[in-house]
């Protein structure tokens, strides 16, 4: 059976040890020619039969490559990995598969249930834990060591952005009337959500528990976020920077911004302003944007 932890009171206790004999300086265990392949800033990914793909699952995923490359990235086997916003558990499925020791926290019940059920049918490939926890983001610190974190991975809510009925302009002819039309994909209704929150309040949000997340994070350890940016009302919500700004104000340093160029997963993009007004399409590309703990 997968773990699954509810907070009774003190900190979860979980390994943050290699288990691996890479030299000390060494940031992860790719040699030279696994690292190679992520110099690029550009990268694609691809979903796989685990993944979940269901909007009425969860409304807004990415997939397991996507999570093991920035683990692989960032850590070493045995290392501990967190996820603040774990939603439907990618992180801590793909943490099993790289035997790293990983976290994640999320209001919803029915999305640990989901952690829960996807991590029973993944394979043990190594003799580290993956938790899933029902709480706020903003409580973590009371449940991990200081600097015991050596990778924060996750995609947040975008805000109240998704608080909507869903339009589907990002989709062309009959299948912008799919069984998503109309449907408001919202996490919950919640008033700690940050889906529930204007963009400002977001921004201070995002402070608030970032700035909380800081101790559990070791010096140099990375902090990874996917978000992408979206359009209302003929106005560019720019979620991304909303972020770095929210991330920079509490110490973190921004490393890299890496577009997950996702033209390879979407098929007939709808034709946006044409001929008069011209928009970037969010659903064809998001952010990743690398941040660290500087010493």
Known sequence: MAMVAERTGGQLVLDNKRLCDCPPNHINCLTAKEWIKSQLGVWQFYYESRDVRDKT????????????????????????????FVGSGTTLVAAKDLNRQAVGFDLKPEYIDLCEQRLDQSPQTGETVQLAVCSDARNIEDFLEPESVSLILTSPPYANLLNRPRLNKSRRGAARKNDQYLKTEQYSQDPRDLGTLDLGAYQDAMADIYGRLFSVLRPKGHCVIDVPDMWLDNRRITIHTAVVDALQSVGYELRNTIIWDRTNIVNRVGIFGWPSNYITMGTTFEYLLDFWKPI
């Open 57 to 84: 699952a969860h409304p807004a995923t990415y997939p397991i490559s996507l999570a093991a490359r920035f683990i692989s990235l960032f850590t070493h086997e045995g290392e501990l990995v967190l996820d603040p």
